[in-house]
DNA sequence: AGATCGCCCTGCTTGC
DNA sequence: TGCAAGCAGGGCGATC
């Protein structure tokens, strides 16, 4: 599933193969690929044949495409499965091309939607004044973002009456952290997933935030170099799923530290790996 | 209002 | 061999 490195590269090809292009036509083939756009199927072809594609914009695993001269966006996620492709236009279907977009230029290529599990989407929605879809104005800046709040951060932390992994997908309090990278960064860290954000200090969360914008960054150095293709691949060329990880998926194997053997928890409905030695479980449960 | 949890979806893997 | 259950999980909305 593309973490925020991967839908950061999305956001380069967009920037660098779409921008700027005027919209032709749209082709909806799969309604609940538009499903967040509430005028329907036809009401988003409709809306956006005609427009000109601005600056393309991230926050966490959020893109959008603010339209010129116009107040709305076009809202992206990608989901569990969501590929955007630039492809040329006689290029076959893709099994799962979800939706269509192509423009009034002579380059050749066209947007497409690819999703196989239609978790991910596309939608338009008001700009607000600060620059964001009015629907996702509710997503906390991610941590890559020069302006995400490392002091409001462990502020909110320490108000919170939760456990640090709810906290780090908790998309109103930082966003673009997904399951693996939670992993990755707590294990980096050596904090136990279920340690409550009230025992954070200052410096714990210092170091906890600077764990998981490494593991951002070294995918963003592994797979968003050699990305200047034709193509705005998620699960393509890019090699992110190369990545090396530490934690997740590594149940019964030994931790790259100590040796122990990685366990596996269920956890809201999803799993928790982690090293039993280098991760002390919190002493008092609440 | 903060916290929790079920649900959406499909292809691959596992088990009987 | 075949079918069913399990698993993957981001984000939204219902509920307390």
Excluded at 92 to 97: A, F, T, W
Excluded at 243 to 253: C, F, I, K, M, V
Excluded at 260 to 276: G, Q
């Amino acid at each position: 599933m593309p973490e925020l490195p991967e839908v950061e590269v999305v956001r380069r090809g967009l920037e660098r193969w779409v921008s700027g292009r005027i919209v032709k036509t749209v082709e909806v083939r799969h309604p609940r690929a538009v499903r967040r756009h509430l005028a329907g199927p036809e009401g988003f072809a409709k809306a956006l044949a005609g427009q000109r594609v601005g600056e393309a914009m991230r926050r966490g695993k959020y893109l959008w495409l603010p339209l010129d001269d116009s107040p709305y966006s076009v809202l992206a996620h990608l989901g569990m499965s969501g590929q955007l492709l630039v492809q040329p236009e006689d290029v076959p279907d893709e099994k799962h091309l979800r939706i269509r977009i192509r423009f009034e230029d002579g380059q050749g290529t066209e947007l497409r939607f690819v999703d196989q599990r239609t978790f991910g989407g596309l939608s338009l929605h008001e700009t607000t004044p600060e620059g964001l879809p009015d629907v996702i104005a509710h997503i906390a800046r991610d941590p890559l973002d020069p302006l995400f709040d490392d002091t409001a951060f462990h502020a909110a932390l320490r108000a919170r009456r939760t456990t640090i992994k709810r906290a780090l997908l908790d998309q109103s309090l930082i966003s673009g952290v997904g399951n693996i990278y939670a992993d990755e960064a707590l294990w980096r860290s050596k904090l136990h997933y279920e340690r409550p954000t009230g025992t954070f200090t200052r410096p714990r969360t210092a170091e906890l935030l600077g764990h998981i914008r490494d593991v951002m960054n070294d995918a963003l150095a592994a797979g968003g170099t050699s990305f200047d293709s034709l193509y705005v691949n998620v699960n393509g060329e890019s090699g992110y799923f190369d990545r090396s990880l530490d934690a997740y998926g590594r149940e019964g194997e030994p931790c790259r530290r100590c040796g122990t053997l990685m366990r596996r928890r269920a956890w809201m409905n999803r799993s928790s790996y982690f090293c039993p030695k280098c991760q002390r479980a919190p002493r008092v449960s609440s």
